[in-house]
């Protein structure tokens, strides 16, 4: 038999195969080594993006995409914003709800209960989508959070607002209006105890509300000064949380955490556990080179032990990783989409270095000898 067919494709993986099986002691080593460094990523990485998506619900809830526009300031004093361009910049892509705002300057208080005095502001339409409430065919007035707790009144209530004149006293009250309760900190906590009463606003607004998503808020934040702009200038944009204690920038914290490279450390540490083990056997391959076995050959013998010790320890890690991450109050999608990122990385990174230990050349069994 000639050397060129010494060692078929055929023989060199079947040889391999029947290595990781009756590797014993290395064999298990490999599979748990692998199965640790593929579980052990996914569970960190998922539980680090479980409390990013916390956190960032937590911000979003707060007004972290909430962009506040006001007229540009003249004689000490902001101008007006068109409440209508305002409540059109709802039809921009990224743009998820908009709306204008004017402050009344007046008092009122729910007419049930004499003795209130809170702020009233007149709200387009386009506060309802903002603000996730549903409009009636009675008419609404829209009730904080904290005012809704202090006067007992719920959503669905059916309430009149009155004006409180100067002196106190209850002057012009509306038509029995629908209560609407809100979240209202997204815009900010001076409305805390507010009144919105939803109107026409066709003309001047005081403040500009504008919420985007995650993909155009920077894009929109950008163009918002000369989409507001009139006579007076550009349009003053500010962040809803300019000062607060959400510090990270969600918008690129994704794409920045160091957690993400865990892979490649696993991957390092597989590939020097394979490199030791294979030192620990350059006799063996000596004596496989003895017997005519060339590099491709003997890289295929190798890369198919490989192949079965790591598809046994990466099918355990990938699983195992899954679940402790979700046991321990990780996302479960977050769990299986970085649990099979991180996988996938580091087999195929290890199995890379495989390959190229495979192809190295081999010493001759005298050499292998000496050594000893």
Do not use: N
């Amino acid at each position: 038999m000639s050397a060129e067919r010494a060692w078929p494709a055929s023989l060199a993986a079947s040889e391999g195969a029947r290595t990781a099986q009756t590797g014993r002691w290395t064999s298990v080593l490999i599979i748990v080594a692998v199965a640790l460094l593929t579980a052990a990523p996914a569970v960190a990485d998922t539980l680090g993006v479980t409390s990013l998506i916390e956190h960032e619900a937590a911000w979003v809830a707060a007004g972290g995409r909430v962009l506040i526009a006001t007229g540009p300031s003249a004689d000490g004093a902001s101008t007006p914003l068109d409440a209508r361009t305002c409540e059109g910049l709802s039809g921009l892509d990224g743009v998820t709800g908009s709306f204008a705002l004017k402050d009344t300057a007046q008092v009122a208080t729910l007419a049930h209960l004499p003795g209130g005095r809170v702020s009233m502001y007149d709200v387009s339409s386009g506060a309802f989508d903002l603000l996730g409430i549903d409009a009636a065919a009675d008419g609404v007035v829209i009730v904080s959070g904290g005012l809704s707790e202090r006067t007992g009144v719920v959503d669905g209530d059916t309430v009149s607002v009155a004006v409180v004149e100067g002196s106190g006293t209850m002057g012009q009250t509306s038509a029995p209006l629908r209560v609407r309760v809100a979240d209202t900190s997204r815009l900010g906590d001076q409305f805390d105890g507010a009144l919105f009463t939803p109107a026409l606003l066709t003309g001047d607004a005081d403040t500009c509300y504008v919420e985007t998503d995650a993909a155009h808020y920077a894009p929109v934040k950008d163009s918002l000064s000369s989409l507001l702009a009139s006579e007076a200038g550009p349009a003053v944009v500010a962040t809803r949380l300019l000062q607060s204690e959400f510090t990270v920038d969600y918008t690129t914290a994704f794409q920045d955490r160091p957690l993400r490279w865990l892979w490649a450390a696993a991957a390092l540490v597989l590939s020097l556990l394979w490199a030791m083990v294979q030192w620990f056997r350059r006799s063996q391959i000596a004596i496989y080179a003895t017997f005519s076995m060339k590099a491709f050959p003997r890289m295929l013998m190798q890369a198919t032990e490989w192949a079965v010790l790591a598809t046994a320890g990466g099918l355990l890690g990938w699983c195992g990783g899954i679940g402790l991450a979700t046991l321990l109050t990780g996302d479960a999608h977050t769990a299986v989409a970085l649990g099979s990122a991180h996988a996938a990385l580091t087999l195929i990174s290890t199995t890379v270095v495989v390959i190229g230990l495979g192809l190295r050349p081999a010493g001759s069994l005298l050499a292998a000898l000496k050594d000893r």
